[in-house]
């Protein structure tokens, strides 16, 4: 799943589109310092066993803007640790440093999101513009280059985001650009995402990319699914599937959990109607089993959520966001 930047001219609607976030983000943090308060050590949902790098969230806001960076705050106080942002790479140079340093500054780690086929087709230097204005470089090559030379040494750096739910008919282009990034930076860790709705889909999904990651795993979205017997508990069976073929590749674990409707994603409309009111969100209890479920069933390195972008575009985006920090059960930041 991912979203499209659309830039528009400076308008007083477009002041008032920016006062509006404003506004929702400091309701979300009072929002966060409520449950904060309610998960004590005591009364945390649950006992989660350390993941080696916590929790993250999925993001998508171009870095620039002071709301952009306010986001990541916001996540930190609640306990989140590790952000991929779809449209980390709009930004100017000046703009993804500053990204990665308020990132630094509230204890969160940045998965640099290069899962767009930009890279691998050859016109991410085209894509990014505002980005590769201050390349000095003519090709993708070099830009590449110079989006890694610029993150690297940088302490809130985990790693790269290098696929999403790819085809493996894209296998080869996808290893000859993660190659070249483990080449640039062998130190980060390669992250890579596919997917799969039934545990006998897991392996087919991760095996073609097991050579272009260090970090493999699917995320899962079995809320709404009423084509998917007993969705939720089925978590288990994906996280054992994931465990498997991690093991076998002599990889680390990954998973990506649901904290969104599927009523915001057209290709989901087959499942009910009336669309998308009849796709209801996760409840606590459900996003908490699928976490309590894939803990229990492989020895995961990260867990991430999707998405908080589309907490933000909710009904109730106050309850959303409380009720994802109650089932994560992420320490308070």
Known sequence: MGNKVTHFRWSSKRAWQYLSLALLIIVLVLATLQVRHLLSDKQRVGDIPELPDGQGLYESCAPGPQDCLDRLH??????????????????????????????????????????????????????????????????????????????????????????????????????????????????????????????????????????????????????????????????????????????????????????TSLGHYMSYKYLCDPFPSCVPYPTVDQMQLMRDLSLKNAHLRIILWYSYFDILKADNPFQRWENLIKAAGTPPG
């Open 74 to 259: 916001q996540m930190a106080l609640a306990g989140f640790k590790l952000v991929v942002n779809y449209d980390q790479f709009f930004g100017s140079a000046r703009d993804e440093l500053d990204y990665a340093d308020k990132a630094q500054a509230s204890g969160i780690k940045i998965i640099w999101a290069m899962n767009s086929s930009a890279f691998w087709k050859g016109n991410a230097f085209q894509k990014y513009a505002k980005l590769a204005a201050t390349c000095n470089c003519q090709d993708n090559v070099g830009f590449i280059r110079y989006v890694v030379n610029m993150v690297r040494n940088h302490p809130a750096t985990w790693g790269y985001y290098i696929g999403d739910e790819a085809d493996s008919s894209q296998h080869t282009q996808i290893k000859h650009f993660t190659d070249f990034l483990k080449q640039l930076d062998p130190t980060h860790p390669r992250l890579y995402i596919g997917s799969a709705a039934f545990p006998a889909g897991v392996a087919p999904a991760l095996s073609p990319f097991e050579d272009t990651a260090d970090v493999l795993g699917t995320d899962y979205y079995p809320v709404g699914r009423t084509d998917i017997p007993n969705a939720v508990n089925a978590t288990a069976a994906i996280a054992r599937a994931i465990q498997a073929a991690t093991i076998q590749n002599n990889k680390q674990a990954a998973v990506v959990l649901q904290a």
